[in-house]
């Protein structure tokens, strides 16, 4: 009713699409988002969560045809450039992954996002590039015993096993329990 009798009362088309949203009625939450970004365009939050949406129902076009209109606004938006690297990643297009990771604002503060690009880095054959992400990340988060893993992981791969070895000693340090540390571990004194 509050829609019908001001078309223009975004804080009522917000509540009823997120209502829709909680009683599990994507189609009219849709609808109902639509129309905000007809009369609000250029917001990028909805930009993403409508996207997001329609990526979770298999409408991968018109997801990215929104993830690139929230990415023209904002190229630095953490979440749009995330969504268009998984995008690009479903398309096996991993140099494109990297070009969105690498654009996040979200990089410099976050380990997690770091794995990431040195993830589609390696699956883009740039290893060495890979290592280096790794590397300056784990200068930062020396704690992060998942960037040290695949560090050492990296390190293995590019025959540099002492400091694999080193490194990898060191994860298990910060978390004796980590199983896969300590067969990777195993493996390399193997080599030696």
């Not at 804080?11 to 599990?24: G, H, P, T």
């Not at 929104?66 to 998984?86: I, Q, V, Y």
């Not at 300056?136 to 590019?158: I, M, Q, R, S, T």
Request: glycine share 4%.
């Amino acid at each position: 009713s509050s829609v019908e009798k001001d078309p223009e009362n975004m804080q009522a088309r917000f509540s009823l699409a997120q209502i829709y949203e909680v009683k599990r009625d994507t189609d009219a939450a849709l609808a109902a988002y639509l129309a905000i970004l007809d009369r609000d365009s250029r917001n990028v939050a909805l930009l993403n969560h409508v996207g997001e949406m329609l990526f979770l129902r298999d409408d991968v076009d018109q997801a990215r045809e929104l993830f690139g209109r929230a990415k023209s606004l904002m190229p630095t938006n953490s979440a749009t450039c995330l969504w268009l690297a998984l995008l690009a990643e479903h398309q096996q297009d991993y140099a494109g992954a990297v070009a969105q990771i690498k654009d996040s604002a979200a990089l410099e503060g976050e380990a997690s996002l770091n794995l990431r690009l040195s993830y589609y880095l390696t699956q883009d054959n740039r290893l060495k590039e890979a290592v280096e992400v790794l590397e300056a990340a784990h200068v930062k988060w020396p704690k992060n015993e998942e960037l040290g893993y695949f560090l050492a992981l990296g390190y293995d791969d590019l025959k540099l096993t002492v400091k694999a070895v080193r490194l990898m000693n060191e994860v298990l340090a910060l978390r004796p329990d980590h199983r896969d540390a300590r067969f990777q571990l195993g493996a390399m004194y193997e080599k030696e």
